[in-house]
C-alpha cells in the first residue's frame, strides 16, 4: 500500500509582529499537519529591529521577503502577504498556512483561505484580537510554547501548570466529554474528547502550559477520571 502524500504547509511570519524565539517550536506543531515546505518572513530587513531574525534564516530555511516602508507609519508587510497567500491559494498546490503574527489586519484572509476547506494555524500572543484568533483553525499563543518546549518532564506534565485551569477550560473539556460517545460507565475516549474539544479555535493543550491532553486532564483530577484500558486507549469520565 502505498504511503500517503505529505501535506503541503506554507508559514508565512509577518516579522514585525512576531518573535524569532518562537520559530522552532512553531515548525514543530506544523509538522503535525505535513510537511513545511514554504518559509517565509515577511519585514523591512534594514530596520535593526529585524537582526534576530536575520540571524536565524539560513538556520530554519527562511526565505526573507523584503519590505520596504513606502510610507511612515504605514506596514507593506500586510499587503505582501495577503498576496502571496492568495497566490498560494489560487497555486493549488499548498495544503494548509501557518500565520505567525498578533495582527488583527489578518483576519480576512484567514477567513477566505478557510472558506476553501484550508487549514490555518495562528501563532501569536495572548492579546491577540479575539477576531484574529477565532477565525483561525486553532491559534496557539507562542509565549506559552516557547515556555512548554523549554520546560523540563516534570514541569511539563503539569506540576508547575495547574494555575492555568480555570472554570472556563473545565466547562470546555465537560461539554467535549458530554458530547462523546461514552460507555455504560460514563466513560468516552480521550481522543474523541480531544478532537470535539479542537472545534474551538481558542483551545490548544499547548496554550495552558501542557504538552498533551493526558497531561492536563491528570492535572485536572479533581474534575475528571482517566484510565488506560486494554485496547491501549485512554479513557476519561468527568467527576464533578
Not at 103 to 108: A, I, K
Not at 179 to 202: C, K, M, P, T, Y
Not at 216 to 222: G, I, K, Y
Request: proline letters at 3%.
Amino acid at each position: 500500500m502505498p504511503e500517503a502524500e505529505l501535506k503541503n504547509i506554507a508559514l508565512l511570519i509577518d516579522a514585525d509582529n512576531a518573535s524569532p524565539a518562537g520559530i522552532d517550536p512553531v515548525l514543530t506543531v506544523l509538522a503535525e499537519l505535513g510537511q513545511v515546505n514554504i518559509r517565509r518572513a515577511y519585514g523591512n530587513w534594514a530596520k535593526p529591529a529585524l537582526s534576530n531574525w536575520n540571524k536565524i534564516t539560513h538556520r530554519f530555511g527562511l526565505q526573507p521577503m523584503q519590505q520596504f516602508d513606502l510610507t511612515k507609519g504605514k506596514n507593506a508587510t500586510d499587503m505582501a502577504m495577503t498576496i502571496d497567500a492568495i497566490d498560494l491559494l489560487y497555486d493549488g498546490k499548498v495544503d494548509g498556512f501557518g500565520i505567525m503574527s498578533s495582527d488583527s489586519d489578518f483576519t480576512p484572509l484567514v477567513t477566505r483561505l478557510r472558506q476553501d476547506g484550508l487549514i490555518v494555524y495562528g501563532f501569536g500572543m495572548d492579546k491577540a484580537p479575539e477576531a484574529f484568533k477565532t477565525a483561525c483553525t486553532r491559534f496557539i499563543d507562542v509565549q506559552r510554547l516557547i515556555k512548554t518546549t523549554q520546560s523540563d518532564d516534570s514541569r511539563s506534565n503539569g506540576s508547575d501548570n495547574e494555575s492555568s485551569i480555570d472554570k472556563d477550560l473545565i466547562e470546555l473539556l465537560g461539554g467535549a466529554w458530554k458530547a462523546s460517545s461514552r460507555d455504560d460507565e460514563g466513560f468516552a475516549r480521550l481522543h474523541e474528547v480531544g478532537q470535539i474539544a479542537g472545534n474551538r479555535s481558542s483551545f490548544d493543550v499547548r496554550n495552558y502550559g501542557f504538552k498533551r491532553l493526558s497531561d492536563l486532564m491528570r492535572a485536572a483530577s479533581d474534575h475528571f477520571l482517566m484510565e488506560r484500558r486494554d485496547d491501549k486507549q485512554l479513557y476519561v469520565k468527568r467527576l464533578r
